[in-house]
């Protein structure tokens, strides 16, 4: 069966969005910390147009890397995993196949 | 005579380079104060974004109006002395049309 025509339990809906969101809210505080690190390190105007194309980049990532779609989430999980946002135990209650795709996709 | 015709000595251009560098500086200077100040106030992503917002106006506002070209000067410092970043008096040492010129662009 293709991943993206997994069907998803009530409970695993719930599941998978809570580790979604978790995971979201990770990146973001990745992102507010690193731009905080990046601005203290701020003294020529290169350094600004730097954060500027760093912003750029990140804005386009996220916007992208979060999309709730259902057909997509068990890539976007073992993204999510590769990335180190989000632990396999924080997917516990999703059915051990999903769980077994999403950590195997996670090594690529 | 149309400004951007105006003749310029060695001395003016000179003196026309110190004060663009250092109008630019200045610009800069508040740039990455404006920048600090913002970074300090994040909270969410939306601020991040904000900030993303604020940069990609400023990088194409500096690129457009840090333009060093001979015909422009007149109306390039009259910009400079409306917004602050400079003072009439560090062009001291123009030929004082080209000083009535910049002083009454810059009350527009």
Redesign the interface.
């Known amino acids: 069966m293709n991943v993206s025509e997994l069907e998803w339990t009530g409970t695993e809906q719930q599941i998978a969005k809570a580790a979604f969101d978790r995971a979201y809210q990770r990146e ?1 505080e990745r ?2 910390e690193s ?2 690190g990046q ?1 203290r390190a ?4 290169e350094d ?2 730097r ?2 194309d760093f ?2 980049t990140k ?1 386009h990532e996220i916007d992208g890397k979060y999309d709730y779609e259902h057909a997509a989430l068990i890539f976007t999980f073992a993204g999510f995993v590769k990335d180190g946002l989000l632990h396999l135990d924080e997917l516990a209650g999703l059915e051990s196949s999903k769980l077994t795709k999403i950590a195997a996709l996670a090594r690529f």
Chains 1, 2 share one sequence.
């Not at 701020?42 to 105007?45: E, G, K, T, Y």
């Open positions: 973001i992102l507010i731009v905080q601005v701020i003294s020529v105007v600004v147009w954060l500027h912003l750029s804005r």
